[in-house]
Each structure stands twice: as C-alpha cells, then as structure tokens.
C-alpha cells in the first residue's frame, strides 16, 4: 500500500504578471462641456421578496441623465453589453 502522507499541502501565491490598472481618462474632469461625449456606468443591486435584482444605468454626463437602464436577476457580462 502506498503511503499516506499528513503533511498539510504547501500553496505557492504567485503574483500576477500582468497589470489590471486601468487608465483614468477623465482625470477627475466630470463635467464635459458637449452632451453624448461622456458617459459613464454603474450596476447596483436591488433587494426584493426573493432575494435581489441587478440594476445596469447609463448615465450621460452632461446631462446627467440616464440613457439606458437594465434590469436582471443575474450579475453577468450580457447585463452590461445589452444595456450599452
């Protein structure tokens, strides 16, 4: 019979080589001075009887407007791509 070992397994962490920074285009500058130039995004959670909802907006920022909106029960890639 092999031989059983109860030595707990060693996990190495190996940092990530490649950069997830992304750039700030905006440097902070929010208040764009033409409609349709800017917009940004968010998606937020909704409680409901059966647990939660995912809210996708579009949001123009120089009218501050939103522009489009979705709603699903499942946070997924789809959720933004159909909103868009």
């Not at 700030?24 to 968010?42: A, G, I, K, M, Y």
């Amino acid at each position: 019979l092999p031989k059983m070992s109860t030595a707990n397994p060693k996990f190495l962490y190996a940092k990530p080589k490649v950069s997830f920074a992304c750039p700030n285009h905006l440097n902070q500058q929010f208040n764009p001075t033409e409609p349709n130039r800017v917009w940004t995004s968010d998606i937020s959670y909704i409680p409901v009887k059966n647990g939660f909802v995912y809210l996708c907006v579009i949001l123009d920022l120089y009218s501050r407007k939103v522009i489009a909106w979705k709603v699903r029960t499942r946070m997924t890639t789809s959720l933004v791509l159909d909103t868009l």
